[in-house]
């Protein structure tokens, strides 16, 4: 899983990362995004526009966030709630549009203050 979306995405999903990206790999989800570890190509173009730097490399991710690294790999790979089936590797966000719900995790998550 070359690169993750953290923490401070949550709740505020500027979507420029989307914009930088050349195999369209990152979906939204109903309060964040999220980088298909299926389809990122590991070019890093997403990582720079972020403007609340929630993008980083899976190997750099902060300790205070690890749980972000296997969330996103839920996301794809387990069904979502409410959902039967797992949305695997779908071949880019453009095809399935903002899926509109999140992981347990992030539904869950209390954004810091």
Known sequence: ??????????DVMDRS????CPVD???????KLYINPLECIDCGNCE????????????RVPEDQQEFVGDALRF??????DRDE????????ATTGPIGVDTEFVQA???PA
């Open 86 to 93: 797992t949305l695997g590797a779908p071949g880019g966000s």
């Open 17 to 20: 990362c989307i914009e930088e």
């Open 25 to 31: 790999c990152i979906y939204e989800g109903g309060r």
């Open 1 to 10: 899983m070359p690169y993750v979306i953290g923490q401070s995405c949550i």
């Open 76 to 81: 794809f790979t387990e069904p979502l709630p």
């Open 48 to 59: 720079p526009v972020c403007p609340v730097q929630a993008i980083t490399q899976d190997r």
């Open 109 to 111: 998550y209390a954004k």
